[in-house]
């Protein structure tokens, strides 16, 4: 089982749809989650870390369930700009060992 | 604040060049990253270091060689540049990595 995975999609939806990713962990003692989102040609850029409780940003709201250790991304009433690649990143291992990136999933918002 | 900062943006090289892609941060993020980017494909780390003087390589170091003096700088080595090295370089850097990563702008580099 890959450390982190995520389905590749393209996710392709009408403007102002909801839709969700997920991303399923295999170490079950990771301790940090973010999204990140990565325009084409882009760097990545932290779209938001991922809490225990479950988090809201605007339109996005990321949760977590440690149980069956996946992660969600929520995105509500869709803009064009919302059209990127999105990364689920995980802090998997103790010490210094870097995080670890899905390969992400496409999204692209239709007019 | 810059942030982190790569020089070149961009890069051709032919098979056989040398060339060091340079990476600064003016956060004083102990911890820095380098990866690399294939066309549709997701990162892939070379190296990274938790602090100056301690580096380590990562998914797939051959073909690079990075050192940490400062810091601030993080530069990754390409010796004797070969076509699968075409690719998008980023360096990346964090406090801690419970914060995520803050990554510069890329180097794209071509070798031909």
Same mark, same amino acid.
């Given at each position: 089982r890959k450390e982190v995975e995520q389905d590749p999609g393209p996710f392709n939806v009408p403007e102002g749809a909801t839709v969700a990713f997920n991303c399923t962990y295999s $170490?079950? &003692?990771? @301790?940090s989650f973010f999204w990140y989102r990565q325009d084409c040609r882009k760097e990545p850029k932290l779209l938001m870390s991922v809490y225990s409780s479950g988090n809201e940003d605007g339109r996005f709201t990321a949760q977590l369930n440690r149980a069956s250790q996946y992660i969600s991304l929520l995105i509500r009433?869709?803009?064009?700009?919302?059209?990127a690649t999105y990364l689920c990143v995980v802090n998997?291992?103790?010490?210094?060992t870097p995080l670890v990136f899905g390969k992400g999933t496409r999204l692209s918002v239709i007019a | 604040n810059a942030g982190v900062t790569q020089t070149p943006k961009f890069r051709i090289l032919k098979i056989g060049q040398s060339m060091t892609l340079q990476c600064t941060q003016d956060? $004083?993020?102990n911890y820095m990253y380098w990866y690399r980017q294939d066309p549709g494909m997701g990162l892939k780390l070379i190296y990274y270091s938790v602090g100056a003087g301690i580096t380590d390589k990562g998914e797939v170091p051959n073909g690079y060689n990075v050192s940490r003096s400062t810091t601030e700088d993080f530069p990754l080595r390409l010796e004797? &540049? &070969?076509?699968? @090295?075409t690719s998008v370089y980023f360096c990346a850097s964090t406090?801690?990595?419970?914060?995520g990563y803050t990554f510069g702008s890329g180097t794209r580099l071509t070798v031909v």
């Open positions: $170490n079950s &003692a990771s @301790q009433d869709s803009k064009l700009s919302d059209s998997s291992f103790s010490g210094n | 956060m $004083n993020h004797l &540049a &070969a076509p699968s @090295q406090l801690d990595r419970d914060y």
